[in-house]
């Protein structure tokens, strides 16, 4: 399988969230289909999702609670950010 990679910027809104359950189950399939078993603890880390925006759309990005100090650091309101 090929993964391509991407390179796009988003405007951070400071706002988030817990994840939601269903989102959560959606990424644990995705995980079951196209990744390996031994990442699945990947998703277990996962509590919280940050709200980006781009040209007037949304979008809640989901990170592992490990990185939620760094990304209180290191984001900031209305700077914009590149995400590969």
């Known amino acids: 399988m090929r993964m391509a990679n991407y390179r796009f ?13 269903n989102s ?11 990744g390996s078993a031994e990442h699945q603890s990947v998703i277990a880390e996962i ?3 940050y709200k980006f925006e781009q040209n007037e759309s949304y979008y809640w ?3 592992q609670s490990v990185l939620d100090k760094s990304m ?3 984001l900031k309101k209305s700077n914009k950010h590149f995400f590969t």
């Open 9 to 21: 910027e988003l405007t951070y809104s400071v706002e988030k969230s817990v994840i939601d359950e």
């Open 24 to 34: 959560k189950q959606s990424m644990k399939n995705v995980y079951k289909m196209f």
């Open 47 to 49: 509590v919280y999702e």
């Open 61 to 63: 990005l989901a990170a």
């Open 72 to 74: 209180k650091k290191e």
